[in-house]
């Protein structure tokens, strides 16, 4: 495989497109040996035709506010791959969002779906609308104006979305209305649904649990666990929430939680208590970071910087891409950091993947840590095909067996001849082989 005649093409194609030309970099260099050893991939021209997606839909999604003033943002959906099942992926409303973080996200999508072992294919959608400070009734109208157009796309065996940075299930409550309305059908079209109404135990907190499982199995390799760990995590949102549960419940003391504007250190530690008051704050729709060190005089706010500088012995990054950069990185390593695992996609920049490999510490992508969430949506899918929930324990149970295999399925992959596991490389591969295989089968469409 030429790596750089590829990524010379693509940047060509596609300029300025930084983040999804880095997500694509970044998989191909762990599959260049991989796919020299089969010439069939090559023929069949199976790297051209996977960093492509098969589609991509742009839309305008005008709406009222309270005041009566018109606005008008842009919807999207990324269709990336469908070789191994319907295209699946979330959907982000942030005022960040456009079309090269949406491919990034619907590439990455693609092999993490695969790792899960589900039926799934790989997409991602979004809009630049931001729900910050909007009123629910603002929210409703956006998210009816975003399905008007979105539910031609979409359904049960063709793309099924979900939530991610800026949808829950609230905005997922009213896309589906309005999904149900127009296509008089009451299917699982969307995941993350509430409970009443088709969705599944455990997938709010899904993503958080999976990354700790999976977190934890790395540890594992190196005979410990997270008993008296110190762990920082980044971002205070559905994973960072999950993560944070999770670790205090397996008797790790999380430190750290962060918003756009800085970090908040609390030596304490967080206990429900503070994590319910954070939940409160959440709900309202307000700043958590800062009125949470107000209110708790063991925590310190540090505005403007990053969580990265405290010492510990765990950092999982759980707020946005490209938020940990090779200073954060050296800082990590330097303060005895011995594991980071990536609850977030793609938040360590490539410098800092980099740091962490040469210090041989144990680094675990995005799209094999964070697979938790989309595993427990395959999860919520086979319910409603069956027409039953299953219990909490029983879902559970499950996420945590789809995590212990990937986690597996990457020391298969990924670990080399001194015995260090690069994560990256078996997920990457792992996640490759399975559609590679189902295109090769599928002939050239
Ligand atoms: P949320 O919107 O619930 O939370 C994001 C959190 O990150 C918020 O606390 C937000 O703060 C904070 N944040 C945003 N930008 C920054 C920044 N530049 N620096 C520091 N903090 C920031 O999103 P999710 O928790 O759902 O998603 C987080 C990450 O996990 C994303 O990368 C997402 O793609 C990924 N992910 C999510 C899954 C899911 O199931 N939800 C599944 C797999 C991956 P504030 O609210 O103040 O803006």
Not at 8 to 31: C, F, I, M, T, W
Not at 292 to 311: C, N, T
Request: charged share 25%; glycine share 12%; hydrophobic share 40%.
């Amino acid at each position: 495989m030429n790596l750089e005649k590829i990524m010379n093409d693509l940047e060509k194609k596609h300029p300025g497109e930084v983040e999804y030309l880095q997500a694509v970099r970044e998989v191909l260099e762990s599959l260049e040996e991989v796919v020299d050893q089969n010439p069939q991939f090559e023929a069949a021209g199976i790297i051209d035709r996977l960093i492509e997606p098969d589609r991509v839909l742009t839309f305008k999604v005008p709406w009222v506010d309270d005041n009566g003033k018109v606005h008008v943002n842009l919807g999207y959906r990324v269709q990336f791959n469908n070789a191994i099942g319907p295209y699946k992926g979330g959907l982000r409303f942030h005022p960040s969002v456009n079309l090269s973080i949406l491919k990034f996200l619907g590439f990455e999508q693609i092999f993490k779906n695969s790792l899960t072992t589900l039926p799934m294919g790989g997409g991602k959608g979004g809009s630049d609308f931001d729900p910050k400070g909007k009123s629910d009734a603002e929210i409703m109208r956006f998210c009816q104006s975003f399905m008007l157009e979105l539910w031609h796309l979409i359904g049960p065996e063709t793309d099924v979305p979900a939530g991610d940075i800026g949808v829950g299930g609230k905005e997922i409550g009213f896309m589906y209305g309005m999904y149900k309305k127009l296509a008089r059908e009451h299917v699982g079209v969307l995941t993350g649904k509430g409970l009443n109404w088709g969705g599944s135990l455990i997938r709010p907190e899904a993503t958080g649990f999976g990354a700790v499982y999976f977190a934890q199995e790395m540890l594992g390799t190196k005979d410990t666990d997270f008993s008296g760990k110190t762990v920082a995590v980044s971002g205070f949102g559905n994973v960072a929430w999950g993560a944070i549960s999770k670790i205090t419940e397996l008797g790790g003391k999380v430190v750290t939680i962060s918003g756009p504007d800085g970090y908040i250190h609390d030596p304490e530690g967080f206990d429900v208590e503070k994590i319910n008051y954070l939940l409160e704050l959440r709900a309202s729709n307000q700043d958590i970071v800062k009125p949470y060190s107000y209110e708790f005089p063991s925590a310190q706010f540090f505005a403007g910087k990053r969580p990265w500088e405290v010492k510990c012995d765990v950092a999982l990054p759980c707020a946005t891409q490209n938020e940990l950069g090779k200073e954060d990185a050296e800082n990590l390593v330097n303060n005895g950091c011995m594991c980071v695992a990536e609850g977030a996609n793609m938040p360590s920049t490539p410098e800092a993947v980099d740091v962490f490999k040469k210090h041989k510490i144990l680094f675990g992508p995005g799209k094999a840590v964070n697979a938790g969430g989309v595993a427990t949506s395959g999860l919520e899918m086979t319910q409603n095909s069956m027409k039953i929930a299953w219990g909490r324990e029983e879902v559970d149970a499950r996420l945590h067996e789809i995590m212990k295999n990937i986690h597996n399925a990457c020391v298969t992959h990924g670990t080399q001849e001194d015995g260090y596991i690069d994560y990256v490389r078996g997920a990457n591969i792992a996640g490759f082989l399975k559609v590679a295989n189902a295109m090769m089968d599928q002939g050239v469409v």
